[in-house]
């Protein structure tokens, strides 16, 4: 089981940019899925998540609709579009599974993250 | 806004036991996790809703929970525990999820 996250690259403030991952060893389509941002150094911040059908469980505030989380079953794929970056949105992302069955979000398996640096 | 609270750092010998604490207003209310992270790599969950261990996970960590804090237990900790640690939690009534700061384990 493994997910593989892509898209981290330097932007401008004011920019946007699309992340990417990809699951594999595992049927995606049943789990819901989320991202954890991890500012160098420091500790893990929940940015949003989507169920299995697409549901929204709420976004971090600091999203304030900038960010939007989505998904393609198909494509074993989940994706965080990020708009109106912030040098404060500097950070790993980390793609992680929601644990099944479970009644509050948490997650069970996570991604080595990928790395957005907002700079201008 | 909601936030838990764990000790930046925690230190023992290898053999030792280590006990890592994390407080929430809420947390008598809901479940708490715990997750490692070696320098590095992804986070790994070691313990679920309160004192559950996922498979894989060896059995000297162990989890506990009463009132307002949550303790992550290392019984007779071994030198590739050295690791970051984080509790995470929800806040009551609200879709709010919080990490807390995370505390370095050192096992030397």
């Known amino acids: 089981m493994q997910l593989v996250e892509s898209g981290g690259s330097v932007v401008r403030p004011g920019g946007s940019l699309r992340l990417s991952c990809v699951a594999s060893?595992?049927?995606?389509?049943?789990?819901?899925m989320g991202w954890v941002r991890q500012i160098p150094g420091k500790g893990l911040e929940w940015v949003g998540g989507?169920?299995?059908?697409?549901?929204?469980?709420g976004d971090a505030d600091f999203v304030k609709g900038r960010f939007t989380v989505s998904r393609d079953n198909a494509q074993n794929a989940l994706y965080l579009e990020m708009n109106s970056l912030r040098v404060e949105d500097t950070a790993f992302y980390h793609c992680?599974?929601?644990?099944?069955?479970?009644?509050?979000?948490?997650?069970?398996?996570w991604g080595r993250g990928t790395l957005v640096t907002v700079s201008s | 806004s909601y936030e838990l609270t764990q000790p930046p750092s925690v230190s023992v010998s290898p053999g030792q036991t280590a006990r890592i604490t994390c407080s929430g207003d809420?947390?008598?209310?809901?479940?708490t996790f715990w997750y490692q992270q070696k320098s590095g790599q992804a986070p790994v969950l070691v313990i679920f809703?309160?004192?559950k261990r996922p498979s894989g996970i060896p059995e000297r960590f162990s989890g506990s929970s009463s009132g307002t804090m949550a303790t992550l237990t290392i019984d007779g900790a071994q030198v590739e525990d050295e690791a970051d640690y984080y509790c995470?939690?929800?806040?009551?009534?609200?879709?709010?999820?919080?990490f807390g700061e995370g505390t370095k384990l050192t096992v030397l």
């Open positions: 992680a599974r929601r644990a099944p069955a479970a009644v509050i979000w948490y997650f069970d398996l």
């Open positions: 060893g595992f049927n995606f389509e049943d789990y819901g």
């Open positions: 989507i169920n299995w059908n697409g549901a929204r469980p």
């Open positions: 809420d947390l008598p209310k809901q479940y």
């Open positions: 809703e309160d004192n």
């Open positions: 995470y939690s929800a806040a009551s009534g609200s879709n709010v999820k919080v």
